[in-house]
């Protein structure tokens, strides 16, 4: 589209909005819509086009302001101003405020709107938004001070708009506002106080504002340290359990409350809006833990207690923010920065109280809404018990018996959706894996009931439920084992194998529900194994089987590295003839253009001939060794130390085979210890199995020598040896000389 085109059109729809006579107003009306509409089409069109651009933002910027601040233009034209200009600021505010004669107009025409309807002044705060993040620091700070002097409280409406405004101008701009961001939070929370005292009518709506503007200030705005949070913890704390609609109890009745009581309460008042600002309030708070932790750490134990109390909150929304607000304080108190596990670590808080002495308040309560109440509400009950397990480890054991019952009435409980059901399910097998890992002594008790658990998950056809229960099924038989030894738990972990072994075979289980079910195999094995009885035999055959499935070789290679270097299985028959019968298909795995594949395979050969030695035949033996002259070899392959143990460890088995390994490999590889990237462990590697040939065959030493040496003069006379690669070269030569005789 040309300029004088687009000229055209935004002067020929300019003129039509302008119409005010009653005959034409409906047409003006529509033209305005149409105009947006249109807007809408051209903004996407020449966004990427500088100079029409540049004629959008100056011919439709005076238009759109005239009809926001004109007096005699009516509600429907002049909201549909309103979009248009946020339409503008969000293609073109930084073309804007480039321009003092535009940027100035519609500031003023924003401001100008706030104290209108909510409708228009939602919209208007919107753009004030946007105009901020580009806006010149002058304008921007005649903004804060001209949209935030209502905070004065001259009105309600106009208090609660600046406010609103104070908010969006904490998340849009918060590093503009940060000077200011701590002494606009004290201001605010003075005027939360006096909110407290306004008619009901206004002032659950007008405590829920100031709350929403202060989570926005504290965790986008306020830098750390600069707020003073016991202030905002203290007034925060005593509106989460603000209901002017129900009994005042002090904290101590509250925790001692029938929380089934409350759960169950009949009371419903659809006026009464109160539960915003408790939810409002629990937000807040997670917000602090959030962005200001260690400010908040000394009063964590005060926190915590609040929110326990509110447990039992009759309204649904505020309790499922009150558990993630209580969630997120225990994880953020215990969790190491970037550390993607739990650490246990000394929680003692605010007057020395430790965070664990709220167990016996918080688990009785969360148990009982597990079983009552949505699902959601079960579903978050059975998250924060995990949380719990999670953070306090064996400080939990005490209750394993309790949450245990809980888990029992929600798995035992009515169905009311297929969903739900699934995501319960996926609730109780995370909380039994965390508290096997919390109390794995009480829960064994339990193992069968436990294990049962798992194997239903096992089976669910939804795939996430199977998938996070075969994940969960390794942890939970670790930990198991670990705590009271394989033989207590065999059976029910047998059982658990049984079902992993059907949902592996099962033909529409994906990709990563199958590896999944692999690692899971080789956890079970490695960790009960002779238990297992003849399962051991059905798991390691599943392997085996699945060793050349290209989608699935990789997953079964690194279960297959694990049971092969386990100890307590190399004494048993059937891992030797898993062995045997998977030297075939590792030999082929071993060549793989995959690298990844191809270490794996390598140090699985290098597993299994360890295992087996004597007993592989010398043809196996002898066709291994010339599979090796056959790899191909570079100093920076990641298969080149696996491949020289490998070697070395033929040597070894069969000295016989020792000027056939030197041949096979020496000959490549001693050429490349002057390259720089011939790594520290392959050349640890190297130098064993030098000292494996010299070892075994004396005659062979001298030959080594004079490898190592003409290896050595060809480096040199190439001119690029790297500063390591003498030490390189003296380290081989001592590996090839110092165990013969012959060179004595």
């Known amino acids: 589209m040309r300029p004088a085109n687009f000229h055209t059109i935004v002067s020929s729809l300019g003129a039509l909005v302008r119409v005010q006579d009653e005959e034409n107003r409906d047409i003006g009306s529509l033209g305005t819509w149409c105009a947006h509409a249109a807007l809408r089409t051209l903004m996407n069109e020449i966004a990427s086009d500088a100079a029409l651009s540049q004629v959008a933002v100056t011919m439709l910027v005076p238009v759109l302001v005239e009809q926001l601040t004109t007096a005699a233009v009516g509600h429907a034209e002049k909201m549909h101003a309103l979009d248009a200009l946020l339409d503008v600021l969000s293609h073109f505010t930084l073309i804007l405020v480039q321009q003092p004669d535009l940027q100035q107009p519609v500031l003023d025409a924003l401001l100008g709107l706030l104290p209108e309807s909510a409708a228009v002044s939602k919209r208007a705060i919107q753009g004030l938004g946007m105009l901020g993040v580009e806006c010149t620091p002058a304008a921007y700070d005649e903004l804060l001070q001209r949209g935030t002097a209502a905070l004065t409280f001259s009105s309600v409406p106009a208090a609660r708009t600046a406010i609103q405004l104070l908010g969006v101008l904490a998340r849009e701009t918060p590093l503009r506002l940060r000077p200011v961001a701590a002494a606009r939070a004290e201001e605010l929370l003075r005027v939360m106080a006096s909110g407290t005292a306004l008619d009901e009518a206004e002032r659950d709506d007008f405590l829920e504002a100031c709350l929403q503007t202060l989570s926005a200030l504290v965790v986008h705005a306020i830098e750390p340290g600069t707020l003073d949070v016991g202030a905002v913890v203290e007034p925060t704390l005593g509106l989460l359990k603000y209901d002017p609609n129900a009994a005042d109890y002090s904290d101590e009745e509250e925790e001692e409350e029938d929380d089934e009581n409350l759960l169950d309460d009949a009371y419903t008042d659809d006026d009464d809006v109160s539960w915003k600002v408790r939810r409002a309030s629990a937000k807040l708070l997670a917000g602090l833990c959030t962005a200001h932790l260690d400010a908040v750490r000394p009063m964590a134990y005060t926190i915590a207690r609040a929110l326990v109390a509110r447990f039992g909150e009759r309204e649904e929304g505020v309790r499922l923010e009150v558990l993630s607000t209580f969630s997120l304080l225990l994880e953020r108190m215990t969790r190491e920065p970037d550390v993607g596990v739990y650490k246990r670590k000394r929680d003692a808080v605010d007057g020395g109280v430790p965070l664990h002495d709220l167990l016996p308040y918080a688990v009785p309560s969360l148990c009982k809404q597990a079983?009552?109440?949505?699902?959601?509400?079960?579903?978050?009950?059975?998250?924060?018990?995990?949380?719990?397990?999670?953070?306090?480890?064996?400080?939990?054991?005490?209750?394993?018996?309790?949450?245990?019952?809980?888990?029992?009435?929600?798995?035992?409980?009515?169905?009311?959706?297929?969903?739900?059901?699934?995501?319960?399910?996926?609730?109780?097998?995370?909380?039994?894996?965390?508290?096997?890992?919390?109390?794995?002594?009480?829960?064994?008790?339990?193992?069968?009931?436990?294990?049962?658990?798992?194997?239903?998950?096992?089976?669910?056809?939804?795939?996430?439920?199977?998938?996070?229960?075969?994940?969960?099924?390794?942890?939970?038989?670790?930990?198991?084992?670990?705590?009271?030894?394989?033989?207590?738990?065999?059976?029910?972990?047998?059982?658990?194998?049984?079902?992993?072994?059907?949902?592996?075979?099962?033909?529409?289980?994906?990709?990563?529900?199958?590896?999944?079910?692999?690692?899971?195999?080789?956890?079970?094995?490695?960790?009960?194994?002779?238990?297992?009885?003849?399962?051991?035999?059905?798991?390691?055959?599943?392997?085996?089987?699945?060793?050349?499935?290209?989608?699935?070789?990789?997953?079964?290679?690194?279960?297959?590295?694990?049971?092969?270097?386990?100890?307590?299985?190399?004494?048993?028959?059937?891992?030797?003839?898993?062995?045997?019968?998977?030297?075939?298909?590792?030999?082929?795995?071993?060549?793989?253009?995959?690298?990844?594949?191809?270490?794996?395979?390598?140090?699985?050969?290098?597993?299994?001939?360890?295992?087996?030695?004597?007993?592989?035949?010398?043809?196996?033996?002898?066709?291994?060794?010339q599979h090796l002259r056959a790899l191909p070899l570079r100093a920076d392959a990641p298969t080149l130390e696996p491949l020289l143990a490998l070697a070395d460890l033929l040597v070894q088995v069969d000295p016989r085979e020792a000027r056939s390994v030197a041949d096979s490999v020496l000959g490549a590889v001693l050429p490349m210890l002057g390259a720089p990237t011939f790594s520290a462990r392959a050349l640890d590697a190297l130098c064993d199995l030098l000292r494996s040939l010299a070892a075994a065959e004396d005659a062979l030493a001298p030959a080594l020598v004079s490898a190592v040496e003409a290896a050595w003069e060809a480096s040199c006379a190439s001119g690029t040896p790297s500063s390591a690669t003498p030490l390189a070269f003296a380290r081989c030569l001592g590996a090839a000389a110092g165990t013969s005789a012959a060179l004595s």
């Open 371 to 625: 079983g009552t109440g949505s699902a959601a509400a079960q579903i978050a009950a059975l998250d924060t018990l995990t949380q719990l397990a999670a953070t306090f480890g064996s400080a939990v054991a005490p209750h394993c018996a309790t949450i245990l019952a809980a888990v029992r009435r929600v798995l035992s409980g009515s169905r009311d959706a297929a969903l739900h059901d699934r995501n319960r399910t996926l609730a109780c097998v995370v909380l039994l894996s965390e508290l096997a890992a919390a109390a794995p002594t009480p829960l064994a008790a339990e193992v069968p009931y436990v294990a049962s658990v798992f194997v239903t998950a096992l089976r669910a056809k939804h795939h996430r439920t199977a998938l996070e229960a075969l994940r969960a099924s390794g942890a939970l038989a670790r930990r198991l084992v670990a705590a009271v030894g394989p033989a207590r738990v065999a059976g029910a972990l047998g059982d658990v194998l049984d079902a992993v072994l059907a949902r592996l075979a099962q033909p529409d289980a994906d990709q990563a529900l199958r590896e999944a079910a692999l690692d899971t195999i080789g956890v079970l094995v490695c960790d009960v194994g002779p238990e297992l009885g003849a399962r051991l035999g059905e798991a390691l055959e599943a392997v085996r089987v699945r060793l050349t499935n290209e989608v699935l070789r990789a997953a079964c290679l690194g279960v297959a590295r694990e049971v092969l270097a386990n100890e307590w299985l190399r004494t048993l028959d059937v891992l030797a003839a898993f062995a045997r019968a998977a030297l075939a298909p590792l030999v082929q795995l071993s060549a793989a253009r995959d690298t990844a594949v191809s270490v794996l395979a390598l140090q699985c050969l290098y597993e299994a001939l360890s295992l087996l030695r004597g007993a592989v035949p010398y043809e196996d033996r002898a066709g291994l060794v």
